[in-house]
T-cell receptor, first 115, second 116 residues
């Protein structure tokens, strides 16, 4: 069965702190895709990153970095030097190669960054 | 470049009524997917439309139906509304049927449906 677990419901940090959002996934497919989306209060889901199951290289984009570890079925997201504008709900999602038409989302982590 | 447009933004309906939500995809996109996001939950896949046909459906009852028009816009219809249908309904557009793997979806801001 496919499943995405985001165990952290809510995280609060003070500006400039680093924060890591955890994501654990389950799938029987050997080919799959992992995503992170940001949902600000306005509601739309903003695409942050896509990773395929064959590429375990970590990725860095500005203050954002992602750590993909197949051995632990985890795809964690770190924000370095957090800012108030990072406050949002963050979703991890899974798409399997045999069914790329749909995304399976976790329950999300609400990040609050205080000044 | 206009992104995904959804209307209305908010809606209040009574149990048993019917509702229609609308979505205009991002320019250049031809595939529309609908998701339901209950409060405090992640979005759940309802169905996807491509070439005016329903390509795939999630675990939702037949009360949920949809349509895609020749201009790629889409409607989501929900009949016999239940209190549990209260949620944010998100529309996502993409290009082609392999879009999630290559381009990612572009999501709209959603329609907040409240059933009373």
């Amino acid at each position: 069965a496919q499943k995405v677990t985001q165990a952290q419901t809510e995280i609060s940090v003070v500006e400039k702190e680093d924060v890591t959002l955890d994501c654990v996934y389950e799938t029987r497919d050997t080919t799959y895709y992992l995503f992170w989306y940001k949902q600000p209060p306005s509601g739309e889901l903003v695409f942050l990153i896509r990773r395929n199951s064959f590429d375990e290289q970590n990725e860095i984009s500005g203050r954002y970095s992602w750590n993909f570890q197949k051995s632990t079925s985890s795809f964690n997201f770190t924000i370095t030097a957090s800012q108030v504008v990072d406050s949002a709900v963050y979703f991890c999602a899974l798409s399997e190669a045999r069914n790329t038409d749909k995304l399976i989302f976790g329950t999300g982590t609400r990040l609050q960054v205080f000044p | 470049d206009a992104g995904v447009t959804q209307s209305p933004t908010h809606l209040i309906k009574t149990r048993g009524q019917q509702v229609t939500l609308r979505c205009s995809p991002k320019s250049g996109h031809d595939t529309v997917s609908w998701y339901q996001q209950a409060l405090g939950q992640g979005p759940q896949f309802i169905f996807q439309y491509y070439e005016e046909e329903e390509r795939q459906r999630g675990n939702f009852p037949d009360r949920f139906s949809g349509h895609q028009f020749p201009n790629y816009s889409s409607e989501l219809n929900v009949n016999a509304l239940l209190l549990g249908d209260s949620a944010l309904y998100l529309c996502a557009s993409s290009l082609g049927t392999v879009a999630p793997t290559n381009y990612g979806y572009t999501f709209g801001s959603g329609t907040r449906l409240t059933v009373v």
